[in-house]
C-alpha cells in the first residue's frame, strides 16, 4: 500500500511540473545546458562526486562548482544516494541539464560486503553500553559514531534510546562505510562536492580524507575545501581574530562600523542579518506585564536548542546532545539558589514549538526552572536584571554581551572561541564549576570585540554577493515557503548578468586551483 501511495504522488509531482510549470522548467534547464555546455567532459577514466541536495540555492551552486571542478580535473560528474535514481522531476531534470553523466546507488549489492556489514553490527551490539560509546565509535579506524548518533536524532528522538531505529541508522551507515571503502578502492575519485559534513552524508568525507580524495563545500556564500572532520568550524573560529588583525587601519575601520551598525540593527528588533529569519527576539518590551521574579538572586535563562538539530555542529560539544545538557543543568539548578529560566526561539515553526515544549515540560517537571513564552522581549529580560544566559555554541553569544549579560557556552568549539565576551569552559568539571558560582563571575565586555566578531563571522567569511547579487535581498524578497521551490532558480537567472555569470566561475577556478582552505571576502586563503 504504502509503494501505491508513493507511486501515486509521484506521477502525481510529474504531472504537475511536466504539464502546468514546463514553461519555468524549460527556462532553467536551457539556462543550465547553455551555461555549461562547453563543459561536458567524456573521460571516463575518473569521476566527480556531487551531492544531489534538493535545496535550490546548493543546486544553483553546486551546479556552477562541479563544472568547473570536473572541466580542471578532466572527470565526469555523478550524483549518490541510496536510490536507484533521483526521483523528484525538478530536480532530476535539472541535473540532468548540468552535466551529470550518471547516479550511483549506494545500497550494498555485494554479498561478502553484506556479510563483513552484518558482522560489524553485531560486534558493534555487543560493545556499546552508553551514549558516550556511541559517540566515539570508529569501525576501520574512521569515525562515524557521531554521525550515527546525530542522524538517529533527526528522526525525531531527543536523545539516543538503544531502540530498534537506533539500530537501523548503525546498519545504515556501517553499509554506507563499507560502499564507499570499496567504490573509493576500485575507482578514480578526483573530488567530492557536498552540501554538508554531518549525519550520514559524513561518512563519504571521512573515506575521502583518509583516502586524500579532495573534498568541496561550496555555498552561496563561499567555498571551502575540507581534509579533517570539523574542519569548518576548527580551521576557522579560533583564528577570527588573526583574520582582523591582518586587515588594513581602513579595511578594520570600516569592518567595526559595519559590526556595529548591523548589530545595533539587530538588537533593535530587525531581521535583516539573520538569515532565514521571520522573528526577532529582540522585540521592543512589554511593560505592562512583568516577565521574571522581583528578587535579588542571580537570573539564569536557557537558551534550548532545537532537540534534533546537529548538536555537535561545531565539535567538542560538553555533552552527548541536548537533551544531557539540560538534565545537567537542572541538577545544577537544585544545588544554587537563583531564579532559572528557559526559552525556546520565537522563530521555530509552530508545530516544533509545541513539541519542544511538551519535551521541556517532561525534563523540568521536577525542578523550579520556568519555561517563558518563546516571544519573550531578550530586551525585556535584560532590563528586568537578567544576569547569565547558557547556550551550547548559539547567537546570543555575542547578542546578549552588549546588554550588559554574561554568556557561558557548552561547547568548546563555537562562533565566539576566540574572543573573551563569552565563558568557554574546557570539561564538565570546569563547566560546572562555573555554574555553581556565578555570583563570583564578571567579566568585562569590550563591545569593539563584539563587532569585530560580527563582521568576520558574517561579512568578511560569509559573502552576500558571491552567488546572488545578494543572498539577504533575496530571503526578504522571496516568500519563505517559496525558498524551496523553483521561484529561486527563476529569481537568480532574471538577475543574473553576463559579468557576474563569468565572475562566479573565475572566482571558483582561482579557488580550486589555489589549493587554499578558504574563499573569503579577499579571495582564497588558509593552508591545509
Request: net charge neutral; proline share 4%; charged share 25%.
Amino acid at each position: 500500500m504504502k509503494s501505491i501511495y508513493f507511486n501515486f504522488f509521484q506521477i502525481a509531482r510529474f504531472i504537475r511540473y511536466s504539464f502546468f510549470k514546463r514553461k519555468e522548467l524549460l527556462k532553467i534547464t536551457n539556462f543550465f545546458e547553455n551555461s555549461f555546455s562547453d563543459y561536458v567532459v567524456e573521460d571516463e577514466d575518473s569521476v566527480v562526486l556531487l551531492d544531489p541536495f534538493s535545496v535550490p540555492e546548493w543546486m544553483i551552486t553546486s551546479s556552477y562548482f562541479v563544472n568547473v571542478l570536473a572541466n580542471i580535473k578532466q572527470s565526469r560528474i555523478k550524483t549518490f544516494s541510496s536510490d536507484v535514481q533521483i526521483s523528484h522531476p525538478v530536480q532530476k531534470k535539472i541535473y540532468k541539464s548540468i552535466n551529470i553523466a550518471g547516479h550511483i546507488c549506494t545500497n550494498l549489492k555485494s554479498h561478502k560486503l553484506i556479510k563483513e556489514k552484518e558482522e560489524i553490527c553485531k560486534n558493534i551490539s555487543n560493545q556499546l553500553k552508553s551514549k558516550e560509546d556511541l559517540i566515539n565509535l570508529e569501525v576501520h579506524g574512521i569515525g562515524i559514531g557521531i554521525d550515527i548518533y546525530e542522524t538517529y536524532l533527526t528522526l525525531e528522538n531527543v536523545t539516543v534510546n538503544f531502540d530498534e531505529s537506533l539500530w537501523v541508522v548503525v546498519e545504515e551507515v556501517v553499509g554506507l562505510l563499507l560502499f564507499w571503502e570499496n567504490f573509493i578502492r576500485k575507482n578514480v575519485i578526483s573530488g567530492v562536492v557536498l552540501s554538508h559534513d554531518c549525519y550520514k552524508l559524513n561518512v563519504l568525507a571521512k573515506v575521502c580524507y583518509r583516502s586524500d580524495v579532495p573534498v568541496f563545500m561550496p555555498n552561496t556564500m563561499g567555498m571551502q575545501r575540507v581534509n579533517h572532520p570539523f574542519d569548518l568550524s576548527r580551521c576557522r573560529l579560533p583564528n577570527y581574530r588573526e583574520y582582523f588583525n591582518n586587515l588594513s587601519n581602513i579595511e578594520k575601520k570600516e569592518g567595526l562600523k559595519w559590526g556595529y551598525e548591523r548589530l545595533n540593527q539587530r538588537l533593535s528588533g530587525g531581521i535583516d542579518e539573520i538569515a532565514y529569519a521571520e522573528v526577532s527576539a529582540f522585540i521592543q518590551p512589554d511593560n505592562s506585564q512583568r516577565i521574571l521574579k522581583k528578587s535579588s538572586k542571580k537570573k539564569v535563562l536557557i537558551a534550548v536548542h532545537d532537540f534534533y538539530d546537529n548538536p555537535h555542529a561545531y565539535g567538542e560539544m560538553l555533552f552527548t546532545d541536548y537533551y544531557e545538557w539540560l538534565i545537567f543543568l537542572v541538577e545544577i539548578s537544585k544545588k544554587v539558589n537563583y531564579d532559572w529560566y528557559i526559552k525556546t526561539h520565537p522563530g521555530y515553526p509552530p508545530k516544533l514549538l509545541k513539541v519542544m515544549e511538551e519535551i521541556l515540560n517532561e525534563i523540568l517537571k521536577d525542578s523550579d526552572i520556568t519555561i517563558l513564552p518563546p516571544k519573550s522581549s531578550s530586551i525585556q529580560l535584560t532590563e528586568e536584571g537578567l544576569d547569565f544566559v547558557l547556550t551550547c555554541w548559539g547567537s546570543v553569544g555575542h547578542e546578549f554581551p552588549l546588554l550588559g549579560v554574561q554568556v557561558i557556552n557548552a561547547s568548546i568549539v563555537n562562533p565566539h572561541m576566540a574572543y573573551e565576551f563569552n565563558w568557554h569552559p574546557k570539561s564538565v568539571k570546569e563547566y560546572e564549576k562555573l555554574l555553581l558560582n556565578l555570583p563570583g563571575l564578571e567579566k568585562v565586555i569590550v563591545p569593539n570585540d563584539v563587532y569585530e566578531f560580527y563582521y568576520i563571522h558574517n561579512k568578511y567569511t560569509n559573502l552576500d554577493d558571491f552567488i546572488f547579487n545578494s543572498h539577504k535581498q533575496m530571503l526578504r524578497e522571496i516568500d519563505p515557503k517559496q525558498r524551496f521551490s523553483i521561484k529561486v532558480f527563476l529569481y537568480f537567472i532574471n538577475g543574473l548578468s553576463r559579468n557576474k555569470h563569468n565572475k562566479i566561475i573565475d572566482d571558483m577556478k582561482t579557488f580550486i586551483n589555489s589549493n587554499k582552505r578558504n574563499f573569503f571576502i579577499n579571495g582564497p586563503e588558509g593552508e591545509l
